[in-house]
């Protein structure tokens, strides 16, 4: 039987069709878990809102804004800071938080005049940013605060000043991603097309999907760069509002997370012509490939592939140390969305680990048909788990490590299971040729940490020895190695830096005559 | 042992299945478009065929069907081997299975929202 059934789930049926068993020679035609669907009640999502979707995810990696949530401060706090994306404008949108602050008076006396209030503080407070933000909570959807008509007149009075105006509340979906589709589509209808580019590049495209966890978007745009292509905007991570404005002129949206941020490509497509290109950023060979591919479509591929040539020289080594002590480790591979089937097989063939399950929280099936797709057979999928679940899977499947978010992660961790932040990364970045080597060290280091030996010993009453000492990570990763393999003067270990971004900094880009002989694609 | 046809077709869905992502757009019309313009360029590459890219809508088909093809030459040698008319044939039956696991078999049931 290809659905599975957790045993702790008995009394909740219903979850039997959000779980199934990749089984030998099954295709997604013969099964597929339910997605996207409200929560049953009595399981206990890990899921966020839809205003969570919005703000935290989309919204607030755009790195020039004010970001207000017009509602209570818990909203607010629960939204700030505990995502990594980075900007280069000294992380302003990562260090402050805004909202209104409402209150029970203002559930029943409103809260409009209050909010105009707020919006013009914090713009005088940071007179510097002239962009705002404003995001609708349960409360001021609820009382029916008419948000846009706020904005609407403080934009007349202050003519310096733009605000986006995001009507997502909490309740506005089954998950976080109900506002992640919401704000894509208020962007493109609010915003984009109201501003007019400046052009670098006779090639220029907008990178959508990308929020910059710790300087992902860094890293792929110093590949753009270095291909003298422009990244017109990215949506959303370390991305400028002003930018993001004029996302109608690129040339192509090369997409990453489809999950958060296909329909603006969608849009984009249909109501200006832009073609969408999915990507992978993660792993040698996918990544690679889409280097490629983006180089092609502005037929400059040996640019591209110049890039690759010096990177893969530089990096495979050290991606093969961490293999060969990788192979056969069993992953839970339990993201929110996307990187599930960013991940599922090019962390096995790249790796060597074994993914033995994927599950993601908030998304759709079709985020399933690709995980699962591109897992291996016997790989356990489930659709937003409960913890009770998450636990039984572990015990079922004895996974090495798991890859998720902090709150299920840290209930991993009290059984043992080692985890890595797959939302906002370890030591990141983790895109790009380095990245990938970067996220491997920190498997390699999360799997082979000498702690959780140590743990088990319990001072107050277990003997300790004191005969030897502790067993280093490399005692514990190359007992099984071969001597060709330990002794090995090709591979090595990961060389970077603490921080990859500084050279990325420092790096001055070629320039590129124009190329009169290519017909640039009309937009 | 030579495989049989079917066979030949399953080793290019699974290269489609595990590389690539152009196949999993959310919506049916969006998939069958997908299918059938990559498909439609990957052979045509394979069989040394013109191929129209002036659009930028046909130019991004294009880069995946390269793509594609330049995976299908060399994972699968058979393919450069076989007579042009066979290959064509697994071809189609290539897209005839894509668009049942994609599309008239899928249990996906957002690919008929009519919006986006
Ligand atoms: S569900 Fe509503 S009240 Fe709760 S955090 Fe989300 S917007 Fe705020």
New binding site residues.
Partial sequence: MPYHLFKCSECIPERGKHAVIKGPGETLADALPLGYLNTIPGSISER?????GAKHVIGTPMKDVIHM?H??V??TY??WQTKRYLSDNDNFQLKYTYATDMKEKHIIFGAEKMLKQNIIEAFEAFPAIKRMTIY????S?LIGDDINAVANKVMKEMPDVDIFVCNS???GGPSQSGGHHKINIAWINQKVGTVEPETTSEYMINYVGEYNIQGDQEVMQDYFKRMGIQVLSTFTGNGSYDDLRAMHRAHLNVLECARSAEYICNELRVRYGIPRLDIDGFGFEPLSSSLKKVAMFFGIEERAQAIIDEETARWKPELEWYKARLAGKKVCLWPGGSKLWHWANCIHEEMGVDVVSVYTKFGHQGDMEKGISRCEEGALAIDDPNELEGMEAMEMLEPDIIFTGKRPGEVAKKVRVPYLNAHAYHNGPWKGFEGWVRFARDVYNGIYSPIHKLSLLDISKDEIPVDRGFETQRMLSDVHLSEEIKNSTELREYTGGYDLLKGLKERVYPEFPPKANVALPAV | MKETSKERVEQLVDVIMKKCLWQFHSRTWDREKQNENIILKTTQILCDEPVVKETPEEKCYWVDAVWLANAYKEKFPWVTEIDKEDLKQIMRELKERLDFLLITGSLNAELTDPLY
């Fill in positions: 966020g809102c839809a205003y969570c949530s509602g209570p818990g909203c629960d939204t609708q909570t349960c409360a959807a509340p909490g309740f």
